[in-house]
């Protein structure tokens, strides 16, 4: 367990608020932060209340994690909204969920228009109920000229079945000859991630104390710092957030390196 985000587990007046915001380093900021929102359904139990209530309040996160992302100026925020597994729930919940995530998008497109906000999504959205895939497709085009922040929602995702969707399209350029196998290498087969536009997370936060990476950017967290907090996302906030950006800001990335080698001349 994180020792330091449970202590903020009831920290939330605003001038801490703002004395945390300080303690962010805007020269160290990470450019990507991915997070699995964990914890909806234990939050409800806890409370002896519906799982819908867990994932409407789950909603109420969400909106404060986006505002603040944007105070910070975070350049791109990856949210796992719903996996290719969580099709497997009963038909309510899922339904429930793609209803909120309607809500969601309906809601909140005047905010991200004022806060500048760009909205786009990853994984297989094809399969996602028609209703799902208009709003998203509206709020998407609506918001593609903004400038400030990337808000990336993850719908219908897994990690493995976007390597094989990039497997697939490569293999395909070379049957038709636009390249040769050869030709492979990290950088190419990242551009044929739903992420070809984005740079990598280099900090993933995972909420409610599962120590999973639940087949989440697979490529794309090779070099991602984690960091995890037992807290339930409902209750997850901005105090805990911004301590999470704070702990990334002190930990040292060495990308596989030794500290203070840059690497021998060939
Ligand atoms: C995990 O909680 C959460 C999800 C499966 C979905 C996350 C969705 C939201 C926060 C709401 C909709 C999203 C947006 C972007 C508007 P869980 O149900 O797995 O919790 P449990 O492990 O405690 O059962």
């Known amino acids: 367990m994180d020792h330091e985000s449970s202590l903020l587990k009831n920290f939330e007046p605003s001038w801490d608020i703002n004395i945390l915001k300080s303690q962010i380093n805007p020269e160290k900021m990470p ?13 409800a139990r806890e409370k002896r209340l519906t ?15 986006v505002e603040a992302s944007v105070d910070i100026r975070l350049e791109v925020l990856t949210l796992y909204a719903f996996s ?8 309510r919940e899922v339904n429930t969920l793609m209803r909120l995530l309607v809500e969601y998008l309906k809601k909140e497109l005047p905010e991200m228009m004022e806060q500048d906000i760009r909205m786009i999504a990853i994984g297989d959205l094809d399969r996602l109920p028609s ?25 219908n995702y ?13 293999a395909r350029k070379i049957k038709e000859g636009q390249i040769e196998a050869d030709q492979i290498d990290e950088g190419l087969f990242s ?31 090779a070099y991602a710092e984690f960091w995890i907090t037992q807290t339930l996302w409902p209750d997850f906030n901005r105090a805990e957030f911004f301590q999470a950006i ?20 060939r």
């Open 191 to 221: 551009r044929h991630l739903y992420t070809a536009d984005l740079p990598d997370p280099d900090l993933l936060i995972r909420t409610s104390g599962e120590m999973r990476i639940s087949n989440f950017l697979l490529w794309q967290l």
């Open 84 to 91: 290719v597994q969580n099709w497997e729930r009963p038909k």
């Open 51 to 65: 799982r819908v209530a867990g994932h409407r309040a789950g909603v109420k996160a969400v909106r404060d994690i």
């Open 31 to 43: 450019r990507h932060i991915a997070i699995i929102m964990d914890g909806n359904g234990r939050w």
């Open 246 to 265: 704070i702990d990334f800001q002190k930990r040292e990335r060495r990308f596989g390196r030794i500290t203070g080698f840059l690497g021998r001349k």
């Open 158 to 170: 897994g990690g493995k079945s976007e390597i094989c969707h990039a497997a697939k399209q490569i």
């Open 131 to 155: 209703r799902v895939r208009e709003t998203l497709a509206f709020t998407i085009e609506k918001t593609k000229n903004n400038k400030g922040m990337t808000l990336n929602l993850a719908l």
